[in-house]
């Protein structure tokens, strides 16, 4: 780093540290010097971030985590638009690849040709789809729907065997079934009859072609709604993962319990021929199964068959340009996401044609993305932050009473085995090689019709994700998880976490920052990640990724006790929407619902903050670190909660809120930076608060 002196620490004055200090300090709210960090912290760093940022009008809540694909998307517009990279690693194969790409995006942005076919391309889909109409059971309908990348009744997908990880097995999983983004939507009967059905009849008229009355449509409309309706009330509830529900079993006991879905003909079809469907090689939810069947006998064959089209339509909208879809699509776009513009105007072109690309050809994109945005020192520096991080966790398992030896040995295995995926994959395919691009895609074909490279793209991902059968567990395998992406996971299954070079960017990573920001900000992220492995899912898988329960009866007892401590804090919190035509009404936080994300933030900025002195202390630099130009008078412990305090800077609406409250499994961004200070000794001894203790403590 580039530094001068002042006349008490040094600052960093590169061209990364100078753009996020510049945005630090005007994201401070203008009056922070004013204000109790203790009290509101949020306040204090998002302030002027809220003031600097507006809601889009297609959106009830805007976050820092959305500006940075917003930016991201940018710099994605600019690859694909424009020629291949001059000072790229050249061979006829890379550019290849690249003129793939290429080819795609231009057929998207094709408009003038997709409004010339209109919706034809889905009519003559649906004329297909009747075909598989008629036999004794709807295993054509399911594979058809699979095929062009939508799953209908079940989630019908290859992963790990829950007991014997290295092996993978078909998944028969409940939740895929109902059109609308979760089963809750469908108790209310008047939005389902009144707003959704006349909706789904408007646009079935539109696709059929044939000049009929939108009412002609109604009851076939209202019939498939109720389906989905039945469907949805047989689910099991959200707060239950599959892999409570979960059982083994053969495909000819499947079609003994479900004669209906036909499951033996969906798999051999789509199935290696070397993998026969043996006994053993399902993992499903046999109750939902059976329910399904039973629900199947007992529906008119008219509302499944409506059932099948819809799913259909919903699957291939995106392929095609006619007002008479768009219009429609995006009034019920609006009303689940809580959005009241009158005249929905179109995203431009190019945002639709961008999100193929990344569906499509996600690697390929990835490739030029990383090596524009995610340099070697990127990829050295994040890898030894999650290293410490792990560290981190091993010291704190270390030191906790509560942990008998046993299960205090099971945790540091598990941590031990952790495995950790940064930047892109190196290997099926591998990112850095353009002849393994080449093959990854192999079996896809990329034409001048948008519609037949959506439809390609979905039967290749489908037949890849079946040839898994025929192998091992690969644990280096990313799936879709696109490099590109700016988001982080962990897997129970696998117990593996990846941070793909899209989410190490400014603010969150940087490889010229100093150490307190980058720990505060990714480090953080990275905390929250590895602590899932230990949360009420996570903890019931042991370092292999098997479901197995590796924890003592007395150690679970003071496990459950830290967790209520974390449901109460959370559910005591009153949040408020924060945009400008805010209400001022308060609503209260579900405590049990958001209970594994919570405690995720909390127990991320913990650790952390640990790794951030265990590299101190490594690296000799107990001294601190530069400074930021503009913040000279932030010490770098604070500096640290200032970096992580920025990740979660958000603005939303009152309507954004609501539904926040109603479909997502974490705290509303307020919530997570109060809520995990709270529960920091190390935010509360920089800030010298009065109370040191954190309010709720797991690791």
């Given at each position: ?223 498939l709604v109720k389906f989905e309706a039945d469907l949805a009330a047989i689910n099991p509830p959200r707060s239950t993962s599959f892999y409570e529900l979960a059982t083994k079993a053969s495909f000819p006991e499947a079609d003994t319990l479900a004669p209906r879905l036909g499951l033996t003909k969906v798999y051999a079809a789509l199935a290696p021929p070397s993998i026969p469907p043996g006994p053993g090689n399902l993992l499903w939810d046999k109750a ?412």
């Open positions: 780093m580039v530094a001068i002196k002042n006349a008490t620490r040094a600052l960093c004055t590169t061209p990364m540290c100078l753009q996020l200090a510049g945005d630090f300090v005007k994201n401070l709210s203008p009056n922070y010097k004013k204000i109790d960090p203790c009290a509101n912290f949020e306040e204090m760093v998002c302030g002027g971030w809220r003031l600097r940022h507006e809601i889009p009008a297609t959106q009830t809540a805007i976050e820092t985590i959305r500006v940075m694909e917003e930016e991201s998307a940018g710099v994605l517009r600019a690859i694909v638009e424009g020629p291949y990279p001059g000072d790229s690693v050249h061979s006829l194969v890379d550019q290849d690849n690249f003129e793939t790409m290429q080819l795609a995006y231009n057929t998207c942005m094709d408009e003038n040709e997709l409004k010339k076919l209109g919706v034809a391309p889905i009519t003559n889909l649906l004329d297909e789809l009747r075909g598989a109409f008629g036999g004794d059971d709807w295993s054509q309908p399911l594979l058809f729907t699979s095929r062009i990348g939508t799953n209908s009744l079940v989630l019908m997908y290859v992963a790990s065997d829950l007991d014997s990880p290295d092996v993978q097995l078909v998944h028969l999983n409940p939740g895929a079934g109902f059109s609308l983004p979760n089963q809750d939507l469908y108790t209310n009967t008047s939005m389902l009859m009144d707003e959704y059905a006349p909706i789904v009849a408007s646009i079935l008229q539109a696709v059929h072609g044939n000049g009929s009355a939108t009412a002609d449509f109604t009851e076939q409309a209202r019939q939902y199964t059976g329910n399904l069947n039973q629900l199947l006998e007992t529906t008119p064959r008219s509302a499944i068959e409506g059932y099948f089209t819809w799913r259909v339509i919903l699957a291939t909208q995106s392929l095609v340009l006619a007002d008479e879809i768009f219009q429609p699509f995006t009034t019920l776009r609006n009303r689940l996401q809580g959005v009241t513009t009158a005249d929905p105007e179109p995203s431009p072109r190019w945002r639709t044609c961008l999100a193929s690309i990344r569906s499509n050809l996600g690697w390929v994109l990835s490739r030029f993305f990383t090596e524009r945005s995610f340099t070697q020192r990127d990829l050295d520096l994040s890898n030894q932050i999650i290293s410490d991080v792990r560290a981190a966790y091993v010291q704190k398992f270390h030191t906790l009473p509560w942990l008998d030896d046993p299960t205090r040995a099971k945790a540091m295995e598990k941590i031990n085995l952790l495995i950790q995926k940064i930047g892109y994959p190196t290997s099926n395919p591998n990112l850095t090689d353009p002849e393994s691009l080449r093959a990854y895609y192999s079996g896809q074909s990329t034409t001048a019709s948008h519609f037949s490279n959506g439809r390609s793209a979905q039967a290749q991902a489908l037949r890849r994700n079946f040839q898994l059968l025929e192998k091992p567990t690969d644990r280096t395998n990313w799936g879709d998880f696109y490099s590109v992406t700016v988001n982080a996971y962990y897997a129970p299954d696998t117990n593996e976490i990846a941070f793909p070079a899209g989410i190490l960017q400014l603010p969150v990573f940087g490889g010229d920052l100093p150490s307190a920001v980058n720990y505060g900000a990714f480090g953080a992220v990275a905390g929250h990640e590895v602590s899932h492995g230990f949360d009420r899912t996570g903890r019931n898988f042991d370092g292999t990724g098997r479901l197995v329960d590796w924890w003592s009866e007395e150690v679970l007892v003071e496990y459950k006790k830290r967790e209520q401590c974390f449901v109460e804090q959370f559910g005591n919190m009153t949040v408020y929407a924060n945009d400008r035509n805010a209400s001022g009404k308060g609503y209260k936080v579900d405590g049990l619902r958001t209970l594994g994300e919570n405690e995720a933030d909390s127990a991320g900025i913990v650790a952390a903050y640990d790794a951030w002195l265990l590299r101190r202390e490594l690296d000799g630099d107990k001294e601190g670190g530069l400074a930021l130009p503009g913040l000279e008078e932030w010490t770098d412990e604070q500096l640290f909660f200032l970096a992580f305090g920025n990740v979660w800077c958000g603005l939303i609406s009152d309507d954004g809120l609501k539904l926040h409250l109603q479909q997502a499994g974490r705290a509303p961004n307020w919530g997570r930076i109060m809520g995990s200070t709270a529960n920091s000794k190390a935010f509360k001894e920089a800030f010298a608060c009065g109370a040191k203790e954190p309010t709720c403590e797991l690791w």
